[in-house]
T-cell receptor
Framework: IAGITQAPTSQILAAGRRMTLRCTQD?????MYWYRQDLGLGLRLIHY???????GKGEVPDGYSVSRANTDDFPLTLASAVPSQTSVYFC????????????FGPGTRLTVL | GQNIDQPTEMTATEGAIVQINCTYQ??????LFWYQQHAGEAPTFLSY??LDGLEEKGRFSSFLSRSKGYSYLLLKELQMKDSASYLC??????????WGAGTKLIIKP
């Protein structure tokens, strides 16, 4: 079944540790996005990629990095996790970077202690 | 600044109609999206409006007024499975989505 997968589903992490959240899509979408969702706040864009080989910063990029080596994968790395990065992380993709609908993965629930 | 406002929570009765309002203020505008999100799940696409007027899709309709910076989502013949959060998102001039915090809709029998 076509779609977006994320791994892990959930993770508890000690502060200061490095963590990579994985995202893979099989829809051959050009654009991919990472959001975080916190209670009482709207989804906030962390980083995005309009096409393989390019990335850009969103609203809240500090403490996170991404890479886009190919069309399908868009990993998000926390170099040194802090408690304020406790959140639910969603990966999304869209056919292009314009007004095309964004489709979301199931999310990763991350707790940093 | 860019801002999306929508009510935090609404309650409605099974079989009834409910309207969820959203006002937006963005740098440029490239359309208004509505998503549904059940607890613990991913957001799923419901509708997209870029022109003024009403778009009907089954039990769900979405309305847009660009001059007023206003949209609403209308849900008819409410079912228990419609209990979810409804997210309003406006696309700005850079084609980035600005999201509201969501409206939690509670359906009572």
């Amino acid at each position: 079944i076509a779609g977006i997968t994320q791994a892990p589903t959930s993770q508890i992490l000690a502060a200061g540790r490095r963590m990579t959240l994985r995202c893979t899509q099989d829809m051959r979408h050009n654009a991919m996005y990472w959001y975080r969702q916190d209670l009482g706040l709207g989804l906030r864009l962390i980083h995005y990629s309009n096409t393989a080989g390019t990335t850009g910063k969103g609203e809240v990029p500090d403490g996170y990095s991404v890479s886009r080596a190919n069309t399908d994968d868009f990993p998000l790395t926390l170099a040194s996790a802090v408690p304020s990065q406790t959140s639910v992380y969603f990966c999304a993709s869209s056919d292009t970077d314009g007004t095309d609908t964004q489709y979301f993965g199931p999310g990763t629930r991350l707790t940093v202690l | 600044g860019q801002n999306i406002d929508q009510p935090t929570e609404m309650t409605a009765t099974e079989g009834a109609i409910v309207q969820i309002n959203c006002t937006y203020q963005t740098s440029g505008f490239n359309g208004l999206f509505w998503y549904q999100q059940h607890a613990g799940e991913a957001p799923t696409f419901l509708s997209y409006n870029v022109l003024d007027g009403l778009e009907e899709k089954g039990r769900f309709s979405s309305f847009l007024s660009r001059s007023k910076g206003y949209s609403y989502l209308l849900l008819k013949e409410l079912q228990m499975k419609d209990s979810a959060s409804y997210l309003c998102a406006a696309m700005d001039s850079n084609y980035q989505l600005i999201w509201g915090a969501g409206t939690k809709l509670i359906i009572k029998p």
